[in-house]
């Protein structure tokens, strides 16, 4: 045999086994995503490749319901946006103000540490939203550089509203952040009209497409507060004035775009924005709505009060006496379900079950409720 043939033996054709992914992220792919994908890669300045960077910045604004010129999408999955908005307007010893109830704020807080601001962490336990008046309560007495907030925490299943929040960051002429990660894309996002100044998001949730890409957007604010900066972004790959050069006007090379993922990534907004914002939202909204129904006629809770419930992402209460790693391991191995468990403080207490675009569908909802049912008699 020859030798090449005996190496291909040991790495047999890749054959992934096709799962339902309802756990938080990444989400089932579109299959016009996977599809737009595999088209032959070009130039990252050919001139047809700068025309689908102009489309895709022009459908972030949609789905950010955003005019905000600085809307582009980051190379790097939805933590590498997260440090592109905090990189780009923190400064040490900035006054920064986290509010954390789950995982994400705590990274925040941590990104925010390492770019040395004087960082007050605010907390609520996991599972429950801020009041307006914690906020208020942060930011009195010293100056405030921004206020950060995540609307929609995969860690949890919390929605936060952000209106209140951006008006007292306003008032005291803070700029707010919010980690849009889990809720572009599946729950209202309207940047302009809440008054947020840093959002970004990620791919591989409600946008069913792959990891790898964070749509960010500065509000003109934001913008500003970059042009004051007084010392130099500390990070090269994503200083924004850099990275401008490319997705701005200029078109000049920075790093090599992901071509082919942001093909992926501009389907991927075509599909939502086809099936129109509202129906997307009421589509997440009724199958989320199904699936607690579901659960809770099988005498289980949920860990999220339902007015401040995310649909793309269910908390389930794990009941007393339940194997929690036995249950997702009989749903992966007999049925191919993904869920997720707990993180941090809800580690072993909870069930994440996501249905995030793609995934948010009636079957999915029927067979995860069956099969779950089917493992717990
Ligand atoms: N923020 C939230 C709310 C998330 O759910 C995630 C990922 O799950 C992130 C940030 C980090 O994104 P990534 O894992 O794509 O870096």
């Known amino acids: 045999m020859p030798e090449n043939q005996s190496f291909r033996q040991d790495y047999p054709q ?9 756990g938080p992220g990444p989400s089932d792919i579109h299959p016009r995503v996977l599809q737009a994908m595999a088209a032959p890669t070009i130039g990252h300045l050919d001139p047809a490749f700068i025309q689908m960077m102009d489309q895709i910045q022009g459908l972030l604004q949609q789905l950010f319901q955003t005019k905000n010129a600085l809307t582009f999408p980051v190379s790097g999955t939805g933590s590498a946006g997260m440090e592109c908005c905090m990189v780009n307007v923190i400064e040490p010893g900035d006054r920064v103000v986290i509010a954390q109830n789950g995982v994400f704020g705590g990274r925040m807080a941590d990104i925010a540490d390492r770019l040395g601001a004087d960082v007050v962490k605010i907390q609520v336990p996991f599972g429950q939203k801020f009041e307006p008046e914690a906020i208020r309560e942060a930011v009195a007495g010293k100056p405030t550089k921004l ?21 007292i960051a306003h008032e005291v002429d803070a ?21 947020v100044d840093l959002a970004y998001s990620g791919t591989q949730k409600c946008l069913s497409c792959p990891p790898g890409l964070a749509p960010v957007s500065f509000s003109e604010r934001a913008v500003q507060a970059l042009k004051n900066r007084k010392s130099k972004v500390v990070s090269w790959y994503l200083d924004v004035s850099m990275l401008l050069n490319y997705w701005g006007g200029e078109r000049a090379y920075h790093h090599t775009a992901p071509i082919n993922m942001l093909y992926g990534l501009r389907e991927a907004l075509l599909i939502v924005l086809e099936e129109g914002l509202d129906a997307v939202f009421a589509r997440h ?9 579901g659960v809770e006629a099988m005498g289980l809770s949920m860990l999220v009060p339902a007015d401040y419930r995310l649909p793309q992402l269910n908390t ?22 993904e869920i997720g468990g707990g993180l941090g403080d809800l580690k072993g207490k909870v069930w994440r079950v ?12 029927v067979t995860f409720l069956a099969a779950l049912e089917s493992i717990l008699v």
Do not use: F
């Open 14 to 22: 890749l054959d992934p086994p096709v799962r339902t992914l309802m």
């Open 147 to 167: 206020v950060g907030v995540v609307h929609a925490e995969t860690s949890t299943g919390v929605c936060q509203s952000l209106p209140e929040i951006a008006e």
């Open 175 to 195: 700029l707010l952040l919010a980690d849009c990660v889990t809720s572009l894309g599946g729950t209202p996002v309207k940047l302009d009209e809440w008054g």
């Open 285 to 293: 909204q009724h199958h989320g709505e199904m699936l607690v129904a």
């Open 316 to 337: 389930v209460v794990i009941p007393d006496g339940v194997d929690d790693a036995a249950v997702r391991r009989a749903l992966l191995n007999d049925y191919n379900i």
């Open 354 to 365: 996501g249905l995030m675009g793609h995934a948010s569908r009636r079957e999915n909802v």
